[in-house]
């Protein structure tokens, strides 16, 4: 982001690894981080499943390679692996304010 806002002129900038990874295997790094099997939480709806015609879908990170000089230093599963720990402090927080109020409140 710093790199591009200090371009002379704004432009759009695809920040991306040029990968291609499935759902399935963001909820297997994400659950398995935690100790958890995605399947025993996570329900497929072919309803909405993305239709076969749509093609292979990454980003392309070309222009912000070569005009930004910008490349990717996170590995996908340490990505999901982030945000999962982001979400788990969160919820310690939060479980952490809820006892508490529950402690503290008047009986």
Known sequence: M???MQQPA???YVVA?????SV?????IAFGHADLDYREFVK???RYLRPSEVDHLRGDAT????RLR????????ELIRMMVESDLRLAEE?????THRNSSAPR
């Open 2 to 4: 710093w790199l591009a």
């Open 10 to 12: 704004p432009e759009d």
């Open 17 to 21: 690894t040029g990968e291609s990874h």
């Open 24 to 28: 399935r295997e963001l909820c297997d």
């Open 44 to 46: 497929t709806d072919p």
């Open 63 to 66: 222009k912000a390679r070569t």
């Open 70 to 77: 910008w490349k990717p230093t996170v590995t996908f599963a």
């Open 94 to 98: 939060e479980a952490a304010i809820r």
